[in-house]
């Protein structure tokens, strides 16, 4: 699945460019349905991997595509809020399937999961196209009726309209003919990086392995609570951790949050590592055997306050328009590539350097995290797209305009 989210964000770029936000994100319904129901009907397993890459092309395309699309049509006061409610609904559909996994099989989980992108598919029909898309299409009319029903009947759209149209023709100005070199460019590069490095340390906290193989690892742990439960808590807290962050990012701010998120992630890590550690040697850890379930519950807390959603948030409101499709489609690609070594690693990793060594391991690269985020990503609560691309592109786009911003996932 990550290799085939690969593949769709390497795609999902030029498809949200040329299709459109809307179009694209509705294309990924069908390929949903069709995936789960491969995957429900199989009678062999060429069939439940086709289904898997499908779905995973299918994700990789929506990861991409959803932020981009609430970056460029919700108001800056509520961005935050709203911008992390995919990943809260991501992670209803996880809790959904950690609780129904205990009680089907996974014939008939499947078909749940086939009955779901159906609502979503036809709901999609009723919302419009992002303005920002038809500015950059020449058609300005359906940009203003886009942009009418999305901020209501009796608003006065004119002064955002123009800001979009004004940033439109700034972007303009200052583009290359190639798409490539335009990422290149020293102003594009930065907003760019601070991305993949967001993408880095929220896959390289490890959290793809630890929501892949918790049976798994309470299993190992000797957990005296019953692992198929363990997974499940897990969920509840995932789910909840998330609507805690929409209610908190835009009081807050993007880095408190970040800084929280870290710091709990480095604390459980190293625990857990110390846990294993201990038990590996051959002492009683009977005493503690709690001990494996709170520390995943307050890392699942902590990675799903921040490192989880706003990655795929700030992605979408620092990435410059102008490059947003290609920019994003290069993040998007690095994310689920690092999800697909996180995961085919991880148990190589624990045989090479045992089970504590590995969350040490995750815990280190969380502490570097932590130092990036400090020194190079900015704050972006309560800015507009206009400020927020002024001042990542310096005085290059000094007149630049309310139009910028882009994405995730599941990926938490």
């Not at 349905?33 to 060429?46: E, F, K, P």
């Not at 942009?147 to 979009?164: H, T, Y």
């Not at 625990?271 to 307050?298: C, E, M």
């Not at 102008?322 to 994003?328: D, E, L, M």
Request: glycine share 10%.
């Amino acid at each position: 699945m990550p290799l085939a989210g690969l593949a769709g964000g390497i795609l999902g770029g030029p498809l949200i460019e040329y299709l459109g936000r809307k179009n694209t994100i509705l294309a990924t319904a069908t390929p949903f349905i069709i995936s789960w129901l491969l995957i429900a009907c199989a009678t062999h397993v060429a069939m439940v991997l086709v289904g898997r890459a499908l779905s995973g092309f299918s994700v990789g395309v929506a990861s991409l595509s959803l932020p981009v699309y609430l970056g460029e049509t919700v108001q800056p006061e509520v961005r935050g809020t709203l911008g992390l409610l995919p990943t809260a609904f991501g992670n209803i559909g996880i809790l959904l399937c950690f609780v129904a996994g205990k009680y089907i099989d996974w014939s008939g989980l499947a078909f749940l999961g086939a009955a779901l992108p159906v609502p979503f598919l036809i709901l999609m029909f009723f919302i419009p196209e992002t303005p920002r898309w038809y500015v950059s299409r020449g058609r300005d009319d359906r940009a203003r009726k886009a942009l009418q029903w999305l901020r209501g009947k009796k608003a006065d759209v004119d002064p955002e309209l123009k800001g979009i149209i004004k940033s439109h023709q700034d972007a303009e100005r200052h583009a290359s003919q190639s798409a490539m070199l335009d990422l290149m460019k020293k102003a594009n590069l930065k907003p760019l990086l601070i991305s993949l490095g967001l993408m880095f340390f929220q896959q390289l906290s490890g959290i793809n392995a630890v929501i892949f193989y918790t049976v798994q690892i309470f299993q190992d742990a000797g957990s005296t609570i019953d692992e198929n439960l363990c997974t499940i808590i897990v969920g509840v807290v995932n789910f909840i951790a998330t609507f805690i962050a929409t209610m908190l990012i835009d009081r807050l701010g993007r880095k408190m949050l970040l800084y929280i998120s870290d710091v709990a992630m480095i604390i459980t890590l190293m625990t857990l590592g110390g846990f294993f550690y201990v038990k590996n040697n051959g002492q009683d850890v009977s005493q503690v055997g709690w001990l494996p379930l709170a520390a995943f519950v307050i890392y699942v807390l902590g990675f799903s306050l921040g490192f989880g959603p706003i990655p795929w948030l700030m992605m979408g409101e620092i990435l410059p328009g102008k490059i947003r499709g290609s920019a994003a489609s290069v993040a998007t690609a690095f994310n689920w590539s690092c999800t697909f070594v996180v995961t085919k690693t991880f148990s190589d990793i624990i045989q090479s350097i045992g089970t504590h060594g590995t969350f040490w391991m995750f815990g280190s690269i969380c502490v570097v995290g932590l130092v990036f985020v400090i020194v190079y990503v900015p704050e972006t609560q309560g800015k507009s797209l206009e400020d927020i691309e002024r001042k990542m592109m310096g005085r290059v786009r000094r007149m630049s305009s309310v139009a910028n911003i882009k994405p995730l996932s599941f990926n938490m």
